[in-house]
């Protein structure tokens, strides 16, 4: 979907037609969820701290999520997708991967199916969505950003080495602003420099990760479309508009994190072992303090007590807290956990 969240205010909010709209908090410690393509023209990103955002568009209009919206939006999107194929692995709320191989409708062109999807999506939400047509993952998710917005883009068997020779290695899907600076450093700066790269070097500085750069850089990937993709982790994160200085402030500042994590597990039947307390300092350093345990963490008393733990870890505090978050990974599902007896010894 292009611009999802910022696209779905704009419909319903005309008012908010052709200006730069921010969906986010607009307090100083506030952070932009996401930007209309009014507001990128200006260099509004998302994750950009709402502070940022406003010096770089001072006529940024800022609007609070409303994601019930967002999330019943997309499940009428869902349901386009069913009507064609059911391998749909769904990557965020407004983006998924497609195997249109075999397709209800037997049809034989996929640049075909992304447009009746796209036209269909435009008919019942008003919204405009971006596809990419490949014969990979990798391929499709750089191709869909390659006509963005309202646009579809195909890279046909053959055509896959020469498109990736030519890009940034930080047009990679997968490989970050940090991971790219490495990259860098090491004298690869496109595609091509990467696929001129031995596969033994690559494992050597970037591990298993370095496996799949060696594939991708000759536009080779063979993971599946999987639509029953188990979740790795669930989080949630606060900034705060005055910095947290004390254990009293840190334990209030976590609830928020708390309350949504174990929401998530009592909605779903969800549960983990690792609890992963994230903390970026006034200065914007950031660390993370993580506990692994032996039994499922199965209460809400559970994770408060681990949370809390992990907090004390943090004292002395060095300098005051702007961000707390709370990530639970190493999930086990409903159907996981119906023949196993619940736990919980450190």
């Known amino acids: 979907m292009d611009a999802f969240y910022a696209s779905v205010e704009q419909r319903d909010h005309p008012v908010l037609r052709g200006k730069p709209v921010a969906v986010g908090g607009s307090r100083e410690r506030g952070v932009v969820a996401a930007a209309s393509y009014e507001a990128r023209q200006f260099g509004v990103r998302s994750a950009m701290s709402s502070a940022v955002a406003r010096r770089k568009c001072p006529e940024l209009v800022f609007v609070k999520p409303r994601f019930e919206v967002y999330k019943d939006v997309s499940r009428q999107i869902r349901a386009i997708f069913s009507e064609y194929t059911p391998l749909i692995e769904p990557l965020s709320l407004d983006e ?99 696929r001129q790269q031995t596969e033994a070097f690559l494992r050597q500085h970037f591990g298993k990760a370095g496996g799949h750069y060696y594939l991708i850089a000759r536009a080779q990937d063979h993971r599946p479309v999987r639509p029953d993709r188990v979740r790795k982790s669930i989080g949630s994160e606060t900034t705060f508009e005055q910095d947290l200085t ?31 307390l994230k903390v970026k300092y ?32 943090l004292l002395p505090l060095p300098k005051g807290v702007r961000l707390l978050g709370l990530t639970l990974s190493n999930l086990a599902s409903a159907a996981d956990l119906q023949d196993q007896q619940l736990a919980f010894p450190f």
Do not use: M
């Open 282 to 313: 006034t200065d914007f350093q950031q660390i993370t303090r993580s506990r692994t345990t032996l039994g499922l963490l199965s209460s809400r008393e559970v994770l408060d007590t681990l949370s809390r733990e992990l907090l004390t870890g």
């Open 96 to 194: 998924a991967y497609l195997d249109v191989t075999e397709n209800h409708k037997g049809l034989t062109s996929a640049t075909q199916i992304a447009q009746e999807i796209r036209t269909e999506i435009f008919r019942q939400t008003h919204l405009t969505a971006s596809a990419g047509i490949s014969y990979n993952k990798f391929l499709a998710k750089l191709a869909s950003d390659h006509r963005k917005p309202n646009g579809q883009f195909v890279i046909k068997p053959g055509q896959g080495e020469a498109f990736v020779e030519g890009l940034a290695v930080g047009q990679f899907h997968g490989i970050g602003p940090a991971t790219a600076a490495r990259l860098n450093r090491l004298g690869i700066f496109t595609g091509l420099d990467l």
């Open 246 to 276: 004390t254990y009293e402030d840190l334990v209030g500042g976590l609830l928020p994190c708390l309350d949504s994590v174990w929401e998530f597990c009592q909605r779903t039947g969800t549960q983990g072992r690792t609890l992963t």
